[in-house]
C-alpha cells in the first residue's frame, strides 16, 4: 500500500519557469515530510522540509506549500535551471518511524 | 561529497551467494536506516538501528537479510542466499533522530544474476 503518492511522474519545464511537484499522502499522524533529490548513480539528498504545524517553507528557489486538511503538498521550483534536472522524491514520517518515500517525480528543465 | 560512506558501489552475485555491504553513517548521527530502491523507484524501508541496537525491522529482513552496526566499526547489511529480486540499489542513511533529516550515502547496486 502506497502511502505516500506523487504526480507527476514525469515534467518538463523551460529554463526560468516554475515547476511543481505534487505529493499527497494517506496517514494523518504523519507530521514531517522532506524532499529530496536525486541524481543519476547519487544518493538522495536533502533539499527542503516542512513539519505539518506550518504551511509553508521556503529556501533560496525552493518552497514547500502544505495543506494539511487535505493531506497534500507541493514543491515549486522557481526559475528552474538545467542543473535542476534530477528526480525528486517526498517522504513522510511521524515521531519514532522510518519515513516512507513517493515514487518521484523526473523533472526535465529545457535550456 | 556524501557524509555518509557506502561499500562497494557495485555488487555482483549469483543466486544464493552471498552478498555483503558496508554504511559508516554521518558522524554524529547515532540513527542508521537500511533502503532497498528498486528499478521503479520504489524505497523499501528494510531495517533501522539507533546506537547499534534495532528499532524497527521488517519481515523480509527476518529470513534472508541481516545488518549490524557494531560501535567503531561500519555498519552492514548481507543477504544470506541473494535472488534475483534482490536486484537493486541499496542506500544507507542517517540522521540525529528517527523523525529528522536523513543524510543518504551513494548506495551499493547489488546485481543478482
Known amino acids: 500500500q502506497q502511502q505516500v503518492r506523487q504526480s507527476p511522474q514525469s515534467l518538463t519545464v523551460w529554463e526560468g519557469e516554475t515547476a511543481i511537484l505534487n505529493c499527497s499522502y494517506e496517514?494523518?499522524?504523519?507530521?514531517?515530510f522532506p524532499w529530496y533529490q536525486q541524481f543519476p548513480g547519487e544518493g538522495p539528498a536533502l533539499l527542503i522540509s516542512?513539519?505539518?504545524?506550518?504551511d509553508k517553507k521556503e529556501d533560496g528557489r525552493f518552497t514547500i506549500f502544505f495543506n494539511k486538511r487535505e493531506k497534500k503538498l507541493s514543491l515549486h521550483i522557481a526559475d528552474s535551471q538545467p542543473g535542476d534536472s534530477a528526480t525528486y522524491f517526498c517522504a513522510a514520517s511521524e515521531s519514532g518511524t522510518y519515513q516512507r518515500f513517493g515514487t518521484g517525480t523526473k523533472l526535465q528543465v529545457v535550456p | 561529497n556524501s557524509k555518509v560512506i557506502q561499500t562497494p558501489r557495485y555488487l555482483v552475485k549469483g543466486q544464493g551467494q552471498k552478498a555483503k555491504m558496508r554504511c559508516i553513517p554521518e558522524?554524529?548521527?547515532?540513527?542508521v536506516f537500511w533502503y532497498q530502491q528498486n528499478k521503479n523507484n520504489e524505497f523499501k524501508f528494510l531495517i533501522n538501528f539507533q546506537n547499534q541496537e534495532v528499532l524497527q525491522q521488517i519481515d523480509m529482513t527476518e529470513k534472508r537479510f541481516s545488518a549490524e552496526c557494531p560501535s567503531n566499526s561500519p555498519c552492514s547489511l548481507e543477504i544470506q542466499s541473494s535472488e534475483a529480486g534482490d536486484s537493486a540499489l541499496y542506500l544507507c542513511?542517517?540522521?540525529?533522530?528517527?523523525?529528522?533529516?536523513?543524510?543518504f550515502g551513494s548506495g551499493t547496486r547489488l546485481l543478482v544474476i
Open positions: 542513511a542517517s540522521s540525529r533522530q528517527t523523525n529528522s533529516d536523513y543524510t
Open positions: 558522524k554524529g548521527h547515532p540513527v
Open positions: 496517514n494523518s499522524a504523519f507530521d514531517y
Open positions: 516542512i513539519l505539518s504545524v506550518s
